[in-house]
């Protein structure tokens, strides 16, 4: 059975900087590509960004271009969501999801088949 698994959540000041890793168990992670996605309260799941089943390519959501970093080590079945300069908007809980879809640009939550429990973040001055 594929379980997931995220750590590293927790606080950070603006403009801080946080790893959040994502634990697959049950299965080999490359057989899936990944994506994180992220929900603050009163608001849906939004989609952060996904990565390809070797790594090779990684397809981001507009406004977190250049602030946030998907790598994953297949070796360590992990994959990890690198946050830099981070802004009070950016508190969430933050899920990591499995889809049965080698490539990445995988935005749409329907589309993954296995998630994880998620990890909070929270952003403080």
């Known amino acids: 059975q594929v379980r997931l698994v995220e750590s590293g959540g927790g606080l950070v000041q603006t403009g801080g900087s946080l790893r959040l890793s994502c634990a697959m168990s049950?299965?080999?992670?490359?057989?899936?590509?990944m994506g994180w996605f992220r929900q603050a309260p009163g608001k849906e799941r939004e989609f952060v960004g996904s990565i390809n089943w070797y790594g090779g390519s990684a397809y981001y959501a507009d406004s977190l271009k250049g602030r946030f970093t998907i790598s994953r080590d297949n070796a360590k079945n992990t994959v990890y969501l690198q946050m830099n300069s981070l802004k009070p908007e950016d508190a969430a809980v933050y899920y990591c999801?499995?889809?049965?879809?080698?490539?990445?640009?995988?935005?749409?939550?329907?589309?993954?088949?296995?998630w994880g429990q998620g990890t909070q973040v929270t952003v403080s001055s």
């Open positions: 999801a499995a889809a049965e879809f080698g490539g990445s640009r995988v935005t749409e939550v329907e589309k993954y088949a296995y």
């Open positions: 049950g299965n080999m992670i490359s057989r899936y590509g």
